[in-house]
């Protein structure tokens, strides 16, 4: 059986973490066994759980680089019966793409999550490649901080060129088309 790629992205606050968890979920209620893994550069969680913005909480094992993910995997359990979830994906850029390629044509789920976009608006890779090999994209969006509209964009509320800088909601902010100012 060939793996499956699933991609859920947005901005910031969108919800990704707690969809991703209920997906994790929904795959150990049906018996297959469901891993998660987030980038040790997201200070924002707990030492080994995914925190999302609601609360929820799951146990994810921080991955310094996406070059550990396969060896992390738990040993003896068939290919085919994996749903792996990524969070906070973008942290791991584009050498996460090659592991991923192998998970799925080893036969696993995988259910990838993270901001498809950075601060300037512009593609953030893994995604640009990902979202062309899914197999389903869900795109959330968040509430607009300034209007309320549908949001997009994740706002920095900060001055840097640097391409990844972690924060929560004292560092971005989600907004819609019309309210978004890149740089
Ligand atoms: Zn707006």
């Known amino acids: 059986m060939p793996g499956r790629l699933e991609i859920i992205c947005g901005p910031m606050f969108a919800g990704k973490s707690t969809e991703l968890i209920r997906r994790l979920r929904e795959g150990q209620n049906a018996g297959m066994t469901a891993v998660a893994f987030k980038p040790t550069s997201d200070t924002r969680s707990g030492e080994s759980s995914i925190r999302t ?4 909480v799951l146990d994810a094992e921080p991955l310094p680089d996406s070059s550990g993910l396969l060896a992390a995997l738990p040993t003896g359990v068939a290919p085919d019966q994996l749903v792996i979830g990524l969070d906070e994906a973008h942290f791991f850029g ?56 549908a949001a997009i964009h994740s706002q920095r509320m900060f001055t840097s060129d640097a391409p990844i ?19």
């Open 165 to 183: 800088v972690v924060g929560g909601a004292e560092s971005y902010q989600a907004r819609c088309r019309a309210c978004f100012q890149p740089g």
């Open 53 to 56: 913005h609601p609360g929820d």
């Open 94 to 149: 584009s050498p996460l793409i090659a592991p991923v390629r192998t998970l799925i044509a080893r036969g696993a789920r995988l259910i990838v999550a993270g901001v498809e976009r950075d601060h300037r608006g512009l593609p953030f890779e893994p995604f640009p490649t990902l979202l062309c090999e899914a197999d389903e994209v869900t795109k959330l969006t968040s509430i607009c901080a300034v209007c309320g509209g």
